[in-house]
Nanobody, 121 residues
């Protein structure tokens, strides 16, 4: 199986920065898509940024120009660099990856448990 562990969340003032990390471990053969989602209280979970193998990044309009997603393929880790944070960025941030296991299964989606980001005004 696969475990995704997020880290890097916390409390930051508006205008500040944070870096989130998501480390994947387990019986991983390859990772196709790595993405970050967020869910604010009372809101639906939404895509923040995603990065596909061999493709460019995708960003939600609300974070374009402020957030950057990157991947360390050797470490199976995806990062989310968040700059110019706003109170409306407050949410639990989850990573999601589309993974193929060494056991020969097809592509499957895995989620982390989330890390809380709180931006104070």
């Amino acid at each position: 199986q696969v475990q995704l562990v997020e880290s890097g969340g916390g409390l930051v003032q508006a205008g500040g920065s944070l870096r989130l990390s998501c480390a994947a471990s387990g019986n991983i053969l390859s990772i196709n898509v790595m993405g970050w989602y967020r869910q604010a209280p009372g809101q639906q979970r939404e895509l923040v940024a995603a990065l596909s193998s061999g493709g460019g990044p995708t960003y939600a309009d609300s974070v374009k120009g402020r957030f950057t997603i990157s991947r360390d393929g050797a470490q199976n880790t995806v990062y989310l660099y968040m700059n110019s944070l706003r109170p409306e960025d407050t949410a639990v941030y989850y990573c999601k990856e589309k993974v193929r296991l060494t056991t020969g299964t097809g592509w499957m989606d895995y989620w982390g448990k989330g890390t809380l980001v709180t931006v104070s005004s």
